[in-house]
C-alpha cells in the first residue's frame, strides 16, 4: 500500500510539471482546457467538513473525519459532480501575520482535496472568508488574522492588507501532504477566488488597488490559475473590479431568500426564470469568465427546482456553478451546519437525484441558450421540471433520471445505460423512501445501488440541534420490479458490497432488496468480468456508502388537514416508522359525545391511510390519536409514549385536531390566529413592521403593516399561504364566488390590491379603495398582473416581480395558494401602513 500510494504521488507530480495550467481564458471570457482548448463547463457543491461546526461535530460525535470525507466524496461522484468550492476559514490556519499553520484543519484540506481528485472533481478555492469559526455556535478565540479585522477594515487596513498578502503567497505555494503537489501546480485547481463576500469602500482607485495586490500575492510565486473576485456584492465597484487584472467575477444566488425559519411553499419557477446582470456593460465585463460560487434555492424541500436553476446560468453565460452546502453525512440528520439550507444523498434523496439532473443540464445544455420565458421554459430538451408533480426528470436516450414518481418512458429503452431515481417509474416500481442508480455495465450485466430509506420527521428549516433528529435513517427490506428487456423477467442477483451476501433470482423481474449494491444478470449470461473490484468511471462497483438506521422507537408523522367539511369522508394519512414493521396501526376519534376505533390500511411501504366515515364527520373539533401495535405493545401519537390511549392509566394524552365546519360556512383565509403564520414584505423601503393590535372588543385582533419608503416606487404587502386551509373544503370552494376582506386603520394608502397567487406562481388581484370596512370582490374581478417575487433574492440586484406572458388564462379558484394584499406602488417617500382583520371565501 505504501509503494502504490508513492506511486501515486509520484504520478500526479509528474503530470503537474506538464499541465499544471489545465485551463485557460481565452480573449471572450470564456474557460477552456489548456489541452484540447474546448470550452468547459462544471457543477457541484461546497463542503465544509475540514473546518468550523462540522469539523467541531466529528470531534464531539466520535467520528473519523478522514472516513466521514471518504464517504461524501463518494456520494459526489454517484451525484455526477465534477466541481467543489470551498470558502476557507483562515482564521482556524493562519495566524496575526498571515503565516499559514500547519495543523489538522489544513491536513484535512489536503485530504479531501486528493480524494477529489481521485473522482476527477475540480476545485476552486476561495482562501479567505473572513470571519470567525463559530456558526451556530459561538466564535472560538483563534490566531488568525480575521479575529483582528472586520471585512470593512480588510481591505483599508494596510497591516491586514500585509497580512492577507503574506497569507495567499504561502496559500498557494501549500504542498499538499497526499498529493505531493503545490496548490497553484495542481492540475484540478481551476482557479481561485480571492475573497468570501468582501467589503470594499466606494473609493474606486483605492479598491482597484487593493485587488490588484491580492492577484499580485497569488501571481508572485509563479501561479498561472485563474483568478476571480467577488461582483455580486458591492456591485456599484464593478468596474474597480474589473479594472484590477481579474480573469472573472463571481456572483452568488440565493432566489428564495435565507433563514425563513420552516419550509417555504408555492411555486419558485417565476423566481428562477432569469438572473439578469445589471452591470454588464462595464469595460471588461464581456472577456471575463463567470461563475457561481454560492447558489441555493434555501428552505425549499421540494425537488423540481435545480434544473431550472441550471438552465437560467446556462442562459446567463455561467461556467462554474456550486451550491451552498453539501451536509456531510455523518450529521446530516440534524440538519445543524447551516439550518436553511439542506442537501445530501441519504437525507434529501430527492433533491440529490435533482442536483444530479442539474448536472447534466450544465454539461449538455450549450452556454447562452435561450428556452424562453416561464412558462414555456419548464421543458428544455431532453429535460423537464414540474411543481405540480415535483419533479426534475432527465429522459436522453441513454439516461433516465428522476427525482419522484413519473409516468414518463425511457425515449429509447434499446440505448439506455444510467437510471437514477426515486420512486416509481415505468423501470422501477419501489416502494421504498431512498434513491436508487442502475447502471449498465455490459450486455445483460447492470450494477443496482440502492441507498437506506428517510423520513423527515420534523420540519428540516426550523431551529435545529444535534441533539434532536430532523430526519430518520431506516434499512428495511422492499420488493423492487425492474423492467428492462435487456435484464429479462428472471435474471440473477448477488451482494457486491461488503457484507452484503444476498442471491437470488428474480420473480417477473421482482427482487427483494436491502440497502447496498448488487450485480444483476440476464439469465443465460456468463459473467467473467465483472466483480466488486471492477471499475465503473470513477467509483469500484463494490462501493457504498451509508450510514447505520437511526430510528429506534416507533414515531408517527402526520400534518393534518387545518379544516374539513362535515358530514363528508375524512381520510387521515400518517407515516409509521421504527425499528420494526408494525404488526397494526389504530385511529382512536374523540368528539365531546362521543369515541370511535378505525384501523388504518398500509399504503406502502411507511404510510398508513383510512377513512372517517361522513356519518361521524360532526360539525365541531374532531380530535383523534394513532395507536401503534407490535409484539403486544402499544404506542399512543402524538403524546409519543408506550401505551394505549385507552387505558386506565394513560397519562398525558395529546391529540391532533381538525376543525370540522358546515358546508355552507365561509371559507377562512386570514384571521389574527394566523398572524405567525402570515409573512409581511417591503419592496425598495426600510425594514417592515408588522404587528397584532386588539381591536374594540374582544375577540377582534388587527394585523398591522407598515413600513418607511425613503424613494418611490416600493410596494407593501401582506402574504398568507392558505392552501391547507382550502384542501379540506373543495365542496365550498366550488360554490364560492367573492372575496372578502375587512380592512381597518389606513396611513398614507389610498388603494390597495388584493387576490391570490395560483400554483402556476401567477398573480390575480382587484384595485380596491382603501377604506375602513369589509370589501366584497367578485372572482370576476381579479385580473392577472405582475407577481412580486418574494422573499427577495440574494444578490439585491435581481428582479423584484415577474411579468406573466400575454396569454388569456382566466382565474380558478382551485388554483389558490396564497392570498395577498399590498399597496402597489408607493408614488412619494414617507411612512405607510395599512390593517386588516380578516379575510374569507363565500
Known sequence: MAYKKILQVFLLFFSSLVCAQSYYLDKNGVIREAKSQKEVSFWGVNYTLPFAHAYRMCKRLGVDPKEAIEQDVYHFARLGFNAYRIHIWDVEISDRKGNLIENEHLDLLDYLIYKLKERNIKIVYTPMAYWGNGYPEKDEKLPGFSSFWNKAEMSQSEEAIKAQENYLSQFVSHVNAYTGLKIQDDPDVVGFEINNEPVNPLDLSHTTAYVKRMVAAIRNQGCKKLVFYNVSHNFSNTQAFYDAGIDGGTFQWYPTGLVAGHSRKGNFLPTVDAYPIPFNDVNGFFNKAKVVYEFDPADITDSYLYPAIARTFRKTGFQWVTQFAYDPTFMAWANTEYQTHYLNLVYTPQKAISMKIASEVMKEIPRNTDFGSYPTDTILGHFKVSYDNKLSLLNSGEKFFYSNHTSAFPVNEELLRE???????????????????????????????????QVWIKDPFCKTSIKEKVASVLWN???????????????????????????????????QVCPGVYLLTRKGIKNNKWNANSKLGCIRLGEFAAPDANQKEFMVVHHPQEVVTSQKDYTVSVKVIGPEIPDSVFLLGYYEDFTFSIPMKTAGSYDFQTTIPAEKMKEGLLNYAIVVYKNRHSYTFPSCKEGDLRDWDFTGASMWSVRVEDTHKYITLYSGQFYDEAESFVIQGDKCKKEILWGEYPGILYTSVSAAFETSGGDLLLRHYVKPKLAGRKDKLELSKHLYVKLNEMVGIDSLSVGFITKDGFTYKK?????????????VDLQLERTALLPRAYPAFLPAYFYPPKIEKAFDVNEVEFWEISTGIIRSPGCYKFEVESAWLQ
Open 477 to 511: 427490506q422492499w420488493p423492487m420490479q425492474i423492467k428492462l428487456s435487456d435484464l429479462g423477467h428472471d435474471f440473477v442477483f448477488w451482494g457486491l458490497n461488503e457484507g452484503n451476501a444476498r442471491t437470488g433470482i428474480s420473480n417477473n423481474g421482482t427482487i
Open 767 to 779: 384595485k380596491i379603495a382603501a377604506k375602513k370596512g369589509i370589501v366584497v370582490i367578485p372572482f
Open 419 to 453: 437510471v437514477a431515481g426515486f420512486g416509481n417509474s415505468s423501470i422501477i416500481t419501489y416502494p421504498g423512501t431512498g434513491a436508487y442508480f442502475l447502471d449498465k455495465l455490459s450486455d445483460g450485466v447492470w450494477r443496482l445501488e440502492v441507498m437506506p430509506d
